[in-house]
């Protein structure tokens, strides 16, 4: 059993979890508290520690305004962040918050192995009255029925007696500058009243969008998984309108445009559906809904549509090949933008990896030019090679599959084969004029 803190210690929170999410978290919180992130990845650590961040969420100048060289739970340090990947450094903590990846694996099973190694590391260093607060995507029921247990195992302590739990679904927009973490209204709840409260007020004190205390904390779990699962559907409606107007030779987009124009439509774009949110969230609620003995009918027809968005795009370019008499085989195409959304460097469950995947078992010679991502982390990902620069090279086939803004500017007629040459703008950025197809 571990001894209880001084009540009187002020906010200690340790960020378990440094990606695209827990790193502005830090960040934020930082901005009036000590901070300690904790993440295994060394690489990370050390990149942050030299202020840099490869997500490109924040500059440099700005991380160095707001990173420690020293611990500041170990002396009179003002608001600040300090990283690591030592255990020993987040041990003071009093609020710990994880909000590491939960994927799904090859069967699209919910994978929640980041997130219990998170916990048992949590438990290890916990302490009385410590609260344990998870922003990490789950499906309802999860944070109590695997994350509690695993806390009281590896801390030998019990839960709601001798340390408190909550939930706090994130919200974080990769790429996005103007929703923010602390801009957008952010849904909170605890293990019981008062503890719920003080969740609520910690996040209240950072976040300027304000604050919404949800019930209980499966109600909060609940919340998170509908938010994207419901934008996975209406994509999954708009992608299947699309299929069909592009078989009645009518533009998609037209049609949107036409359709906006009333107050309540809701203005949904067809497109690939990858990432670690709308691509992911989905399946977590169906594998809950199917143990408790329902099989969800909208949610997975809408996830196996936008899971085959790649397979269809493939089948269009590869008509306008054949139109233009362009031999698949051996046929050089380039493939711009591998990221999972426009401008930023996410690549995690990436759905341009099918268009790629299937043009290459067609004996095709796919190259890949994105100036957003990592490309060594491509390469140890997928398997795939990124080009560092687009000069003096010539395409049979070019597909747009990514809206970064570096592509709008691309000079196209520097990259034809020839006048023959196809050109597929996936997200719709480019003028119609220089296109062959769009979804």
């Known amino acids: 059993m571990q001894t209880a803190r001084n009540n009187m210690v002020p906010f200690k929170i340790s960020i378990v979890g440094l990606g695209y999410v ?116 789950v499906y309802p029921g999860c944070t109590e029925d695997k994350c509690v247990p695993a806390l009281e195992k590896a801390s030998g302590m019990m839960y709601n007696r001798d340390f408190f739990v909550g939930y ?8 996005d500058n103007e929703h923010t973490v602390i801009t957008i209204k952010k849904v909170t709840s605890g293990s019981t009243p008062e503890v719920a409260r003080k969740i609520d007020s910690l996040y209240a004190s950072i976040i300027s969008a304000g604050t919404h205390l949800a019930p209980s904390i499966k109600v909060a779990e609940a919340a998170k998984v509908i938010e994207n699962t419901q934008r996975d559907i209406n994509i999954a409606l708009v992608n299947e ?28 774009k067809p497109g690939l559906v990858g990432g670690h949110c709308i691509g992911v969230d989905p399946y977590y609620l169906a594998q809950k809904a199917q143990e408790i003995g329902y099989h969800p009918e909208i949610i997975l027809s809408g996830r196996r549509l936008n899971d085959n968005m790649g397979n269809h795009i493939v089948s269009e370019i590869v008509k306008l090949m054949i139109k233009k008499g362009i031999k ?5 195409i380039l493939v711009l933008g591998i990221t999972f959304k426009e401008n930023c460097s996410d690549i995690r469950n990436s759905k341009v990896v099918d268009i790629i995947n299937v043009f290459t078992e067609y004996g095709a010679n796919v190259e890949v030019f994105d100036p957003w991502a990592d490309h060594l982390e491509v390469l140890q990902e997928y398997g795939l090679k990124c080009l560092k620069k687009l000069e003096n090279r010539r395409y049979q086939t070019i597909i747009v599959a990514v809206a970064h803004e570096n592509f709008k500017s691309l000079k196209f007629n520097n990259l034809r084969y020839n006048k023959n040459t196809v050109i597929y703008d996936v997200k719709s950025i480019l003028d119609r004029s220089i296109i062959d197809g769009r979804l």
């Not at 009036?32 to 969420?57: A, M, Q, W």
């Not at 706090?168 to 790429?175: F, L, T, V, W």
């Not at 299929?243 to 439509?265: C, P, Q, R």
């Open 168 to 175: 706090s679904p994130e919200r974080m927009n990769p790429g």
């Open 22 to 137: 827990g790193l502005p978290l830090a960040v934020a919180f930082a901005e009036k508290y000590p901070v300690v992130g904790f993440d295994l990845n060394l690489s990370r650590i050390k990149e942050l520690r030299s202020c840099h961040d490869s997500t490109y969420t924040f500059e440099n100048n700005y991380l160095q305004k707001v990173m420690a060289s020293h611990n500041p739970f170990e002396r009179d340090f003002p608001p600040s962040l300090y990283v690591t990947d030592k255990k020993k450094d987040i041990e003071k903590a009093n609020y710990y918050i994880i909000t590491v990846p939960t994927p799904v694996d090859k069967n699209r099973i919910p994978d929640l192995q980041h997130l219990l190694n998170a916990t048992k590391t949590v438990g290890n260093v916990l302490q009385q009255k410590d609260i344990v607060i998870y922003e990490s995507t």
């Open 328 to 332: 698949i085989k051996n046929a050089n």
């Open 241 to 268: 309108l699309a299929i069909i107007f592009n078989k009645m030779n009518i533009d998609t987009l037209d049609v949107l445009e036409a359709a906006g124009t009333k107050w309540n439509f809701m203005p949904f």
